[in-house]
């Protein structure tokens, strides 16, 4: 049996593939580009946020939520699962999107 926090309160049966897949890709991102390098990013004081911003607004995470301007206007589920896997990472990179 799994203990993760969604197989103990079922929360996917809640949400969309669509929400799975966002999901799935933003935690893929946080693993892979994010985590490494957040603690080296801490003892530096040192963020490379213009290159991040960059790379989030590739992903259609940045305004993902509002509506017009070229944002995606997307469901305020979706954008929580995206801050959620932000946040897991560090809590000033969530605040970036």
Known sequence: MSTTIESLLDLDSLLTPEDL???????????QRL?????????????????????IGKLGLLG?????????????TAYGLVCQELEAVDSGLR???
């Not at 897949?21 to 693993?31: A, D, K, S």
């Not at 985590?35 to 790379?55: Q, S």
């Not at 993902?64 to 305020?76: F, R």
């Open 21 to 31: 897949e966002l999901r799935t890709m933003v935690r893929q991102f946080g693993e």
């Open 64 to 76: 993902m939520h509002l509506q017009g301007y070229g944002c995606g206007g997307s469901t305020a």
């Open 95 to 97: 605040s970036l999107v």
């Open 35 to 55: 985590r490494p390098n957040i603690a080296e990013w801490f003892e530096t004081g040192e963020v490379p946020v213009r290159d991040l911003a960059v790379e």
